[in-house]
């Protein structure tokens, strides 16, 4: 299984940035995907996850309403929409797999991970 994620970048306060991740060897659609991310000096945080199906999400409370995930099973893709970005988003943010996953919140649950991406919001 392979994870790469793209689409981070440095932005302003209140601006938007969209992340990929695209999947290769694994049957797409029998993994529930997720968002973690790893603030400077802190742990590594979920974010969001999506169930197999699309239509299951979950978030962390401070990003929701703000952040929105979202997958394309065609193209083995999941998606992270970030709005309203605010300076304490700013982290390494990364894409994982597991597979017949529940959408779990713990990364211990996730056995594939991507190499993450940096986002860095600025004030």
């Known amino acids: 299984v392979q994870l790469v994620e793209s689409g981070g970048g440095l932005v302003q306060a209140g601006g938007s940035l969209r992340l990929s991740c695209a999947a290769t060897?694994?049957?797409?659609?029998?993994?529930?995907m997720a968002w973690f991310r790893q603030p400077p000096g802190k742990d590594r945080e979920f974010v969001a996850a999506?169930?197999?199906?699309?239509?299951?999400?979950y978030y962390r409370d401070s990003v929701k309403g703000r952040f929105t995930i979202s997958r394309d099973n065609a193209k083995n893709t999941v998606y992270l929409q970030m709005n309203s970005l605010k300076p304490e988003d700013t982290a390494v943010y990364y894409c994982?797999?597991?597979?017949?996953?529940?959408?779990?919140?713990?990364?211990?649950?996730?056995?594939?991970w991507g190499k993450g991406t940096q986002v860095t919001v600025s004030s």
């Open positions: 999506i169930m197999w199906s699309g239509i299951i999400t």
């Open positions: 060897g694994l049957t797409f659609g029998h993994y529930a």
């Open positions: 994982s797999a597991d597979e017949y996953g529940s959408g779990s919140r713990r990364t211990y649950d996730y056995e594939s």
